[in-house]
């Protein structure tokens, strides 16, 4: 059974920066996509980023994170967000997820790609 869990959300202020950990247990493929989601109430989940285990590349799903925030990964089983320059309307909860497929072979920004979703973790920007 595969279960993902979601570090190192909180409340902070605009400008300041939060690093997100996802790690997996259950993995059976090391090769695969993991991603970051994020949600706010009312509104369908939003891909953040994206990459896989095999590959330096980096996907992001919104212009507005570009340049501020950034995905990484350590090995098949973790990927974290380091987030910078927080505004306001990044405020969500930001979930991890998992396929097993490269990210270049799906629509990466897409909830329906993925088949393992962790909890969630919130974070919030506020003064």
């Known amino acids: 059974q595969v279960r993902l869990v979601e570090s190192g959300g909180g409340s902070v202020q605009p400008g300041d920066s939060l690093t997100l950990s996802c790690r997996a247990s259950?993995?059976?493929?090391?090769?695969?996509?993991m991603a970051w989601f994020r949600q706010v109430p009312g509104k369908q989940r939003e891909g953040v980023a994206a990459?896989?285990?095999?590959?330096?590349?980096?996907y992001y799903g919104d212009s507005s994170v570009k340049g501020r925030f950034t995905v990484s990964r350590d090995s098949a089983t973790s990927v974290a967000l380091r987030m910078n320059s927080l505004k306001p309307e990044d405020t969500a909860v930001y979930y991890c997820?998992?396929?097993?497929?490269?990210?270049?072979?799906?629509?990466?920004?897409?909830?329906?790609?993925?088949?393992?979703w962790g909890q969630g973790t919130q974070v919030t920007v506020s003064s």
């Open positions: 997820a998992v396929v097993y497929q490269l990210c270049a072979t799906i629509s990466h920004s897409d909830e329906n790609e993925y088949s393992f």
């Open positions: 259950g993995i059976t493929d090391s090769r695969n996509c």
């Open positions: 990459m896989s285990s095999t590959s330096t590349w980096k």
